[in-house]
């Protein structure tokens, strides 16, 4: 498949404006983000909230949305809602109620979704977004619940529609954010930092591919210093960061030059062609639907008492950026290292663990960011199916601290082991392989004194002057340990031994 | 066998050893062999599973194990779900749709040996007031000739009037089980909004829709309300409100402050009977010491718009799942997926439920939703503070149930305005979410029963079921 696209990719020419011009334009993104909830069940229903499973096997009657059933709010989802809306410093709405939506669809069970139109559960906030042009918070125009709707599959050569309604009634979070986003870099950064958030409060996987996060981009453009919005477009459910910039991108330059030709943009939905690398108008009738929204009288109002509240609030993980400021503060880690370790929840979380066993916080960092990650890329896993525990990692780091052997034997040599053989702490395996450096001061006066004794000749031309031939000296110690010589004790004794001679 | 009105005598019998269940329900089973041909009130009868559950309540009467409803031979209306039973709704698009669980309130009386006999006819998800807009045909009514059931819940009380069970279950969305009752002569009781649950009750407009009994006295009202009411997990919209004991019939007052609606009693449009025996009823009403007065209810002429108005707003969202995709009827005509739904609900939809959606769509949509829609809304917070006011003075708000007594078969269907205002007094209930019972107040010149309706306030239901069987 995805030697299809390259080839196709290839030879499509995208049409594209001189810088020149592009840059006469201001660009208007807004996002409205959805986010399942991983809840263990749906939003309404007792049935599993899961992906993956076969087709049509969590569909009870509420899913299926057979006659005389009645929604049930799982509030697990509210508080999923709730966590997004306090790590993104939104206001929690304290009375809410749901609306329907209503429009027809083979994958919509109920002919409406339930979703929150009037009162969604939290207004304003936003995220923060470090840019290749400086900082700044992407704000939220508001956030609200809503159930999804199942999945329809068009097979090739079929008229038949296939439908699976396992995702039917999956608790979602819509995140739209105020228009002023004005790349397609900021539009990847803002999605990148909310998928991290959402892994971080554990609300959501975060997997684009199986479509757990994806996203709307409304995008118009103005003349430069314009007060009035250009015509928007809304790029329907874009489920990879590539695509989303890809699309931005051809949109930008379409719309651009369209105004330039006096063309009038048309407001309309608009899906993105992987393959070709274009958005494309959809049937018109798509953006004319009217919802014709109204309460939903078949659950009671959803208040958001204070007490509720405190305690979501009481049971937040602690969050990317309050990580990277104690990471800085208490750790005195580099900016750097802390931006790297808070990336991910479990990274950050891996960390502090080891730090729990050693104070040299800077080296379990280079650890993590060095060894252990290259591990981990080489072999495509997650810090969480790391073999060695944070304790082991602490106690390989006493042993390099320790002098008992140097930070490239651990590494290359202890570490892998370590990994091997889960049982053995590194001082056992640096034992058994005979790794420990000697730093016992007699055993390397003898070395010392011998290989000194064996080449007088070159001591003396050391004594006058020729200090190059340490290195020699070095060398026939080291080979005589067989390599267990601890570099720096030994230099220091063969200095002060030759002085005295 | 002697013909029972309340299961108290029933299980007196029952309990004396002249009677076995399976003789009850051989009983009403004859009866529907009958007479179901002619009044349409059963469109299923479950006799089967009717005898076989009447000889393990009689095993249980024998044991001493029985339950509360032992010798209560029910009927359900087929808005009802009932696990593995067809479930229709009274319309051609639930065609071969059997539920797969059933309603809260059925299975409570299940649960308290009440034997289900079978399912009721009804207009087509409640909507209608003479069971003239079923799918399967009319129900008529068991007196007169060719007199309309009266609706929605028609067969629920023809199958009581004609004997084919001793109780029903109906709906109640403007009138739909007090109206019937008050056509056939018996008791029907629409429950505060919340009191029972809507779980398994197909929903024409939820915010009206409520489940309630119809039945030959007072006493069993009290009695399945008593077993029916209250919290239930499955409908969160259920309130919390603890269930009294209904069947005591306890109250402190001796007499009561009653007040009667000026504009219903004294409309124009009453049937002359009607008017003569609910005057009848409040004179003897202050000749027994009560309090009775008139009262002015200026919004009177509001009740029909505001009912109409949401009722088919919320009914055409709550019947879009209706769509031929995943059960009932689907169309053969069908070419591709607009067409599969225009046909499919086309060909499953009766007129008036057609009706009904299209203009609920239009209330609802984007140019229209402020005029009709948000403005029925504030009118109905205002029917409701003005009634809510009113049953702070008074304790009970009465009228006839309808203005006229049982209509001749199609005699409305041609003027639906006609047709409508015959809920014009049934509807306030629903708008307001009151309790409000229907008893039998005597008979006109052709012998059609009138039906005298009270109304109280919210949860108030242990009052008026006194006070309705204190003047019944």
């Known amino acids: 498949m995805a030697f299809y696209y390259l080839c196709i990719l290839k030879f499509e020419i995208l049409p594209s404006v001189n810088q020149e011009i592009r840059d006469k334009y201001e660009v208007v993104i807004g996002l409205e983000v959805h986010a399942q909830l991983q809840t263990e069940s749906k939003i309404f229903a007792a049935d599993a909230a899961s992906f993956g499973a076969s087709p049509n096997t969590h569909i009870s009657p509420i899913t299926l949305g057979h006659p005389g059933t009645l929604p049930k709010l799982n509030k697990k989802a509210v508080e999923f809602a709730m966590r997004m809306g306090i790590a993104c410093n939104s206001q929690i709405t304290e009375n809410q109620y749901f609306d329907r939506k209503n429009y027809f669809y083979p994958d919509l069970p109920k002919g409406y979704q339930i979703t929150q139109d009037k009162t969604p559960i939290c207004m304003g906030g936003g995220v923060h977004v470090k840019l290749s042009t400086g900082e700044k918070t992407v704000r939220f125009h508001h956030i609200h619940l809503e159930e999804d709707a199942g999945k329809s599959l068009h097979t090739d050569g079929s008229s038949d529609s296939l439908l699976d309604y396992n995702r039917a009634g999956t608790p979602l979070i819509e995140m739209v954010t105020e228009p002023e986003i004005k790349s397609a870099e900021e539009a990847a950064t803002f999605m990148t930092e909310v998928r991290k958030l959402v892994r971080y409060l554990g609300i959501c996987d975060g997997n684009m591919e199986e479509g757990s996060l994806r996203c709307d981009v409304n995008i118009s453009v103005m003349p430069v210093g314009s007060k009035v919005f250009g015509t928007k477009v809304e790029i329907k459910n874009m489920n990879s960061m590539r695509f989303i910039q890809k699309a931005i991108e051809y949109e930008i330059v379409r719309q651009i030059d369209a105004v330039e030709n006096n063309e009038k943009i048309i407001q309309e939905t608009r899906s993105f062609d992987p393959a070709t690398g274009r958005t494309s108008g959809m049937r018109e009738k798509e953006s004319m639907n009217d919802y014709r929204y109204f309460p939903e009288p078949d659950l009671v109002p959803l208040v958001i008492s204070e007490e509720w509240l405190s305690s979501v609030k009481e049971q937040m993980p602690a969050l990317p950026w309050e990580l990277f400021e104690k990471f800085t503060k208490e750790y005195g880690l580099p900016a750097y290292d802390a931006n790297v370790l808070t990336d991910s929840r479990e990274v950050a979380e891996y960390f502090e663990a080891t730090c729990q066993f050693t104070k040299n916080y800077k080296a379990v960092s280079n650890w993590i960011m060095g060894t252990v990650k290259s591990y981990l890329n080489d072999h495509n896993l997650e810090i969480g199916q790391l073999s060695v525990t944070p304790e082991q990692l602490a106690q390989l780091i006493q042993l390099v601290d320790d002098g008992k052997v140097s930070n490239s034997t651990a590494s290359q040599q202890i570490f892998p082991e370590m990994i091997a053989d889960n049982a053995k702490t590194p001082l056992q395996i640096a034992e058994a392989k005979n790794l420990i450096q000697q730093s016992n001061t007699d055993t390397l006066q003898t070395l010392v004194d011998e290989v000194l004794a064996n080449n007088s000749a070159k001591v003396k031309e050391y004594k006058n002057g020729k200090k190059g031939l340490l290195s020699m000296f070095m060398g026939e110690i080291m080979k005589k340990s067989k390599g267990s010589a601890d570099p720096k004790v030994t230099t220091a004794l063969l200095q002060k031994t030759l002085e005295n001679l | ?472």
Request: aromatic residues 10%; contains cysteine; glycine residues 8%.
């Open chain 2, 1 to 472: 066998m002697k013909v029972y009105s309340t299961l108290k005598d029933i299980q007196t019998d029952l309990y004396a050893g002249s009677i076995t269940c399976r003789q009850l329900v051989e009983f009403y089973l004859k009866n529907i062999e009958e007479k179901n041909n002619t009044l349409n009130a059963f469109l299923s009868v479950f006799d089967q599973e009717a005898l076989e559950k009447a000889d393990e309540i009689d095993a249980k009467i024998k044991a001493g194990t029985a339950k509360k409803l032992a010798g209560m031979v029910l009927g359900i209306k087929d808005l009802l779900c009932y696990k593995d039973h067809t479930s229709q709704a009274g319309s051609r698009i639930l065609d071969g749709f059997e539920s797969q669980f059933t309603a809260t309130a059925v299975q409570r009386v299940i649960d308290e040996d009440a034997i289900i006999i079978g399912r009721q006819n009804c207009d087509e998800f409640g909507m209608g007031s003479t069971n003239e807009n079923s799918a399967f045909g009319p129900c008529l009514n068991a007196v007169g000739e060719n007199r309309v059931a009266g609706g929605s819940s028609g067969g629920s009380a023809v199958a009581v009037q004609a004997d084919m069970c001793l109780a029903s279950l109906g709906t109640d969305t403007g009138g739909s089980v007090r109206m019937p009752a008050g056509f056939c002569g018996l008791v029907g009781l629409k429950p505060t909004y919340t009191r029972v649950s809507r779980w398994g009750l197909i929903a024409y407009a939820s915010s009206f829709d409520c489940i309630g009994p119809i039945t030959k006295s007072v006493e069993d009202a009290a009695i399945l309300l008593e077993i029916i009411a209250g919290k239930d997990e499955q409908d969160s919209t259920v309130s919390n409100e603890k269930v009294p004991e209904y069947t005591a019939f306890q109250t402190e007052k001796k007499t009561y402050k009653i007040g009667y609606l000026k504009e219903a009693v004294e409309s124009e449009g009453l049937q002359p009977e009607v008017k003569a025996a609910t005057l009848a009823k409040l004179a003897y009403l202050k000749a027994q010491g009560h309090e009775v007065e008139a009262v002015d209810f200026p919004l009177i002429k509001y009740f029909l718009p505001t009912y109409y108005t949401l009722t088919t707003a919320e009914a055409s969202s709550n019947l879009s799942r209706f769509d031929g995709v995943r059960y009932g009827h689907r169309s053969t005509e069908a070419t591709d997926l607009m067409s599969l739904y225009k046909k499919s609900r086309f060909e499953g939809f009766g007129k008036e439920t057609r009706k009904r959606i299209m203009l609920g769509t239009f209330v609802l949509s984007a140019s229209y939703y402020d005029a009709y829609y948000t403005k029925a809304q504030k009118i109905r917070r205002l029917i409701k503070e003005f009634t809510d006011n009113l049953l702070t003075e008074y304790d009970f708000l009465v009228c006839p149930t309808t203005p006229t007594t049982a209509y001749k078969l199609g005699e409305k269907t041609a003027d639906p305005i006609q047709m409508y205002l015959g809920d014009l007094f049934t509807v306030q209930a629903n708008v307001v979410g009151l309790p409000a019972i229907s008893i039998p107040n005597g008979l006109d010149n052709d012998g059609m029963p009138i039906g005298f309706q009270i109304m109280a306030g919210a949860f108030e239901e242990a009052e008026l079921l006194t006070f309705a069987q204190l003047i019944s």
